[in-house]
């Protein structure tokens, strides 16, 4: 059985580095979603690709972020010139159309 | 706007009671689902139960069961004959149906440790 996979599962960057996270999301499904979640808070909307398209992006995805399924497979989410306050747990989840949003494992990162 | 709020930060309770866990929503939205998800100290989020707005059941899976009241904006998750490793914290979410918008709203959880 294969859930929502992460990579890589804990990242420590410096301050200015620029990271990239890997989701692989459930073969069949084609909704994909970013959240992020920061210590004592529930996790928060980033962005959402239906196939390839990108279909909405939250307000918290600053011009630094930027996110692509470019098969409308797998997703990677980039973070350019990261910042101590970028620190968080980075989750993502897909979907079949508007069915139930099943998790990864999640992408813990730490900006020193 | 949407929002979730959970007002129990922690609870306690004895392994084999049930345990109720507080969700209050705030949406204008007709056609929503309200979810809760679990999430052990690993991080991963873990489905647990899902409750439409229309549904006129409440939903149960298992041990879990929501106490969907509509007319009072509440879906609360009951965990009954609570076990060790439902030691984790909790997410109520929801989300709304039609249109574009795909994301789930959480509240800010609650934290439940079970006792032996």
């Known amino acids: 059985d294969t859930g929502v996979s992460q990579n890589p599962r804990h990242k420590i960057t410096k301050r200015g580095q620029n990271v990239t996270f890997r989701c692989d999301p459930i073969?069949?499904?084609?909704?994909l979603y970013w959240y992020r979640q920061t210590l004592g808070q529930g996790p928060e909307f980033l962005t959402y690709?239906?196939?390839?398209?990108?279909?909405?992006k939250s307000r918290l995805l600053s011009d630094r972020f930027s996110a692509e399924r470019p098969k409308g497979s797998f997703s990677t989410l980039e973070i350019q010139r990261t910042e101590q306050g970028d620190s968080a747990m980075y989750l993502c989840?897909?979907?079949?159309?508007?069915?139930?949003?099943?998790f990864g494992p999640g992408t813990r990162l730490l900006v020193l | 706007a949407q929002k979730i709020t959970q007002t129990q930060p922690g609870m306690f309770v004895q392994e084999k009671e049930a345990v109720t866990l507080d969700c209050t929503y705030d949406?204008?939205?007709?056609?929503?689902?309200l979810f809760w998800y679990k999430q052990p100290s690993s991080g991963e989020m873990i489905f647990l139960i899902y409750?439409?707005?229309?549904?006129?059941q409440n939903a149960t899976e298992g041990r879990y069961s929501l106490n969907f009241q509509k007319a009072r904006k509440s879906a609360n998750l009951v965990i009954s004959a609570s076990q060790l490793g439902d030691s984790a914290m909790y997410f109520c979410?929801?989300?709304?149906?039609?249109?574009?918008?795909?994301?789930?709203?959480f509240g800010k959880g609650t934290k439940l440790s079970v006792k032996p």
């Open positions: 073969s069949e499904h084609n909704r």
């Open positions: 409750q439409g707005s229309y549904d006129e």
């Open positions: 690709f239906q196939n390839e398209a990108q279909l909405e």
């Open positions: 989840a897909s979907s079949f159309d508007t069915e139930t949003q099943y």
């Open positions: 979410a929801m989300r709304k149906y039609g249109g574009s918008q795909g994301n789930l709203i």
């Open positions: 949406t204008s939205d007709q056609s929503y689902g």
